[in-house]
């Protein structure tokens, strides 16, 4: 159902890579809601995914960029109110990736030239894209811009590793950008805590079938899904949390507020057999 929250209004979309992608949705519900938006991912991106299938869907069109690269960002940004006529009322950043979880690296074992790519395409690539768009004066007065975190910014979970780092740093950077893009121009900058969403890149994550199932029986509501977080980006771009900044608003069923539920408890077991190396040893990287 459309309630014209966005009608008129001007977006970007950064990271959709298919439809299980949480942008993929966004890019499919902001439309929906009357927006005109441009797409932008990387040119591997756009080689391995289907951005192509969803630009035609949407009638919009897709700029490539590398999100760590300042002159492409750049690029998306002046390509984007030309051919959108205007000035970007909305931003959505999706985009993480570590290689060191990508190469089984352990938290305790870090390639440091991978955590560097990590920090960069994961968090620094939110401060570049928000820098290089105020630079530009390319986001109205009164506009949204919203990343993409996970709670393993507060909290340690197994197997996130470096993200964590990354997701702490964009957080972090949502918040100064957020004072300083408001007193300015009234642009707010959040951050949405998302349940485990089983995404292309969220599966790479090691365990991450037992820590969906977990965070599922954790949570009084049950995670939430890609669907329904498109749906609270909607609301973070319309005009209605005009007064809603620098904040990390969790999305998550109520998993960031519960200690130990019931059913997660009933079936809690006892066996770390599977995490132990051949001498028996517990690997809790």
């Known amino acids: 159902m459309s309630y014209d929250l966005l009608k008129g209004k001007r977006g970007i979309i950064f990271g959709a890579l298919n439809e299980q992608s949480i942008a993929w949705k966004v890019a499919e519900r902001a439309v929906e809601e009357g927006a005109t938006i441009t797409l932008s991912n990387t040119p591997m991106a756009l080689r391995m995914g289907e951005l192509d299938k969803l630009a035609d869907k949407l009638r919009c069109q ?19 109110v030309e051919i959108l006529g205007g000035k970007i009322d909305f931003v959505l950043h999706s985009i993480g990736m570590s290689p060191n979880v990508r190469k089984k690296r352990t938290y305790d074992d870090l390639d440091y030239g991978m955590l560097d790519k990590t920090l960069d395409i994961s968090a620094i690539s939110f401060h570049k894209m928000i ?56 642009v707010r900058v959040n951050t949405i805590s998302q349940s485990p969403t089983m995404t292309t890149a969220g599966s790479g994550v090691k365990g991450m079938d037992k820590l969906f199932d977990f965070a599922d029986r954790m949570s009084p509501l049950g995670n939430a899904s890609a669907a329904e977080c498109a749906d609270y980006c909607i609301t973070l771009f319309s005009d209605l949390t005009r007064k809603v900044t620098m904040q990390n608003l969790f999305h998550d069923g109520g998993f960031s507020s519960v200690g130990m539920s019931l059913r997660a408890m009933a079936t809690y077991e006892k066996g770390l057999d599977e995490y132990m190396d051949e001498d028996g040893n517990v690997i809790y990287g």
């Open 131 to 186: 820098q290089a768009a105020k630079k530009l004066n390319a986001i109205a007065d009164y506009g949204s811009i919203v990343a993409l975190t996970y709670v393993a910014s507060q909290r340690t979970f197994y197997g996130y590793n470096d993200m964590a780092d990354a997701k702490a740093l964009l957080e972090s950077i949502a918040r100064s950008f957020g004072y300083i893009y408001g007193r300015e121009r009234n």
């Open 62 to 80: 897709v700029i490539p960029a590398d999100a760590t690269s300042v002159d492409d960002l750049t690029n998306v940004f002046q390509q984007s």
